[in-house]
């Protein structure tokens, strides 16, 4: 196989092109990005005679240090230079070198994954954002906005999910939604329904949306149209595209004064379940549709700091015995201040200090 002067950026057509089908058109967007990207950088670094090859085949364990060395000096986040790590091992192995294999057998340690903070609106900023999608000049943008906004607060699904849902997939009557382009779709997920969360404070405005839905095609000339969020410029097939949400969603943060993301609602709304009470994680990771629950707690739901000593309180204060009643504190027996201060001068003597020494 003949690679050119240019190895690297024609194994990655290769690469690709023996990908499609197996992943989704998204997944190779993003890799193509990627893999462009670390191939400008290893020529670069080829030029400076730091690298010996860009070859995918032949690129060495010291090549691929180089990199690392490369990422460091730039101070990428640890998580950024894993994702970058990932692609490229999986380009060079479709090539058959396991170079990366070679390094974890040497014992050198690939960057880790960060802890970040996990995005969160609160119910204030929330409603705000409601309010502020309500003054938006485009009246069918205003009442879109609101409606998405709900659906996605009170199903916690990925804002492509909800982007692509077609109307019939939404059922009110049992507060569910039919998700049919789960993320990982024909490879580890399928279509399934998802239920409503807090469905008394998103409901009302779910059903408004519906009214002005029927009301924007009815004025359009419009009998029937596929999609939950139809685009009509399009036709009566059209959806919108992520790029026409975020310009709506910074219409509205624009009004609101609270920066968020689209995605940061999934976040929001088991962050705030979670505080309500930890014990309902199980449920959380359930309505997240997470295989691990670990994955609920790194990227999406985790007890506000804020309010962790709260809820430890309230469960001290509910402790109980082998009887099953409550055990009582701060009252009388040995947790009494005032008989915890007497016990403690009948074993220090008066002319030594708490340290021991007069």
């Known amino acids: 196989m003949r690679l050119g002067c240019k190895p690297f950026q024609?194994?990655?057509?290769?690469?690709?092109?023996?990908?499609?089908?197996?992943?989704?058109?998204?997944?190779?967007?993003?890799?193509?990005?990627?893999?462009?990207y670390i191939g400008n950088v290893l020529e670069g670094l080829q030029d400076k005679g730091e690298v010996m090859t860009t070859d995918p085949r032949h690129i060495s364990r010291a090549d691929v240090q180089a990199l690392m060395g490369w990422m460091k000096q730039r101070h990428l986040d640890p998580?950024?230079?894993?994702?970058?790590?990932?692609?490229?091992?999986?380009?060079?192995?479709?090539?058959?070198?396991?170079?990366?294999?070679?390094?974890?057998?040497?014992?050198?340690?690939?960057?880790?994954q960060t802890e970040k903070p996990i995005p969160w609106i609160s119910e204030d900023d929330f409603w705000r954002i409601m309010a502020?999608?309500?003054?938006?000049?485009?009246?069918?943008?205003?009442?879109?906005?609101?409606?998405?906004?709900?659906?996605?607060?009170?199903?916690?699904?990925?804002?492509?999910?909800?982007?692509?849902?077609?109307?019939?997939?939404?059922?009110?009557?049992?507060?569910?939604?039919?998700?049919?382009?789960?993320?990982?779709?024909?490879?580890?997920?399928?279509?399934?329904?998802?239920?409503?969360?807090r469905s008394a404070d998103f409901l009302p405005w779910i059903e408004r949306y519906l009214d002005a839905r029927q009301k924007h095609l009815e004025e359009h000339g419009v009998d029937v149209a596929t999609a939950l969020f139809p685009n009509l410029t399009k036709g009566s097939q059209g959806?919108?595209?992520?790029?026409?949400?975020?310009?709506?969603?910074?219409?509205?943060?624009?009004?609101?004064g609270v920066e968020f993301k689209i995605k940061d609602f999934r976040s929001s709304s088991a962050s705030t379940m979670m505080d309500l009470d930890p014990k309902l994680q199980p449920l959380i990771t359930a309505q997240l549709r997470h295989k691990n629950p670990g994955t609920?707690?790194?990227?999406?739901?985790?007890?506000?700091?804020?309010?962790?000593?709260?809820?430890?309180?309230?469960?001290?204060?509910?402790?109980?015995?082998?009887?099953?009643?409550?055990?009582?504190?701060?009252?009388?027996?040995?947790?009494?201040?005032?008989?915890?201060?007497?016990?403690?001068?009948?074993?220090?003597?008066?002319?030594?200090?708490?340290t021991g020494y007069a």
């Open 239 to 256: 959806f919108y595209s992520l790029n026409s949400f975020n310009k709506m969603k910074r219409d509205v943060e624009e009004l609101s």
């Open 132 to 197: 502020a999608a309500d003054r938006l000049r485009n009246r069918w943008h205003a009442e879109m906005c609101k409606g998405a906004f709900a659906l996605w607060n009170t199903t916690m699904v990925r804002h492509s999910e909800l982007r692509l849902s077609h109307f019939e997939d939404l059922d009110i009557r049992q507060r569910r939604i039919f998700i049919r382009y789960p993320k990982g779709e024909a490879s580890w997920a399928s279509p399934e329904w998802v239920g409503f969360v």
């Open 79 to 112: 998580s950024t230079q894993r994702k970058y790590l990932f692609e490229i091992k999986g380009m060079l192995g479709f090539f058959d070198n396991f170079v990366f294999e070679e390094l974890k057998a040497k014992g050198v340690r690939m960057p880790r």
């Open 10 to 36: 024609a194994g990655l057509r290769i690469y690709l092109e023996s990908r499609k089908g197996i992943v989704k058109d998204s997944t190779l967007r993003e890799s193509r990005k990627k893999l462009a």
């Open 296 to 354: 609920t707690l790194r990227t999406y739901a985790r007890v506000n700091m804020s309010k962790a000593a709260k809820q430890l309180d309230i469960a001290w204060n509910e402790r109980k015995g082998p009887d099953g009643r409550p055990i009582m504190t701060g009252t009388k027996g040995p947790h009494d201040p005032s008989q915890a201060n007497s016990a403690k001068k009948a074993v220090i003597r008066r002319d030594f200090g708490t």
